[in-house]
């Protein structure tokens, strides 16, 4: 090392242009392009956002109940409501006399809203449908509908999901 490759830096220190960059070992671009894939995904996590939620449903953060006398599908066992929680679809199905389940009416395939068809659901995008407790029996092969956790309450006539 010579004397003319030092730079002072402030009063005491002394870096050299050679030492700044050995064992750095990536070039200037890439630095940059994953230092620019970083803070894409920093803001993205700060949003709250997620690939995984944005294509399988949202994630209810407390208990949202719905009553049962507002839809009166629900009255009998394999009655089907299509609801909106938060902003967001929603299917609520009567699968006994005293159970439901509560799916997500998002298409884990590439996010399209499904619809009601017969007894379960259909993506009118891909095809892809569902059955009434939002298993994949068919058309565009995809994972099941997201499901929440259910709680019935008999004397209120509430299903409360979470």
Not at 34 to 45: E, G, P, Y
Not at 101 to 118: E, K, M
Request: aromatic content about 6%; some cysteine; overall charge positive.
């Amino acid at each position: 090392m010579n004397e003319s490759s030092i730079t002072p830096c402030s009063g005491q220190c002394r870096v050299t242009a050679q030492s700044a960059t050995v064992g750095s070992g990536i070039g200037r671009r890439t630095f940059l392009a994953q230092s620019a894939m970083l803070a894409a995904i920093t803001a993205l996590a700060a949003c709250g956002a997620s690939p995984a939620d944005s294509l399988t449903g949202p994630t209810l953060s407390s208990g949202t109940t719905v009553q049962l006398s507002s839809y009166p599908a629900l009255a009998s066992v394999g009655g089907i409501a299509l609801v909106t929680i938060a902003a967001s679809p929603f299917a609520i199905v009567r699968t006994g006399v005293s159970t439901f389940v509560a799916l997500s009416r998002v298409c884990p395939h590439q996010g399209s809203i499904v619809d009601q068809s017969g007894s379960g659901f259909l993506c009118p995008n891909h095809g892809a449908q569902f059955n009434a407790s939002g298993s994949w029996i068919g058309g565009q092969p995809t994972g099941n509908l997201r499901s929440y956790a259910t709680v019935y309450d008999a004397k209120a006539g509430t299903v409360t999901i979470s």
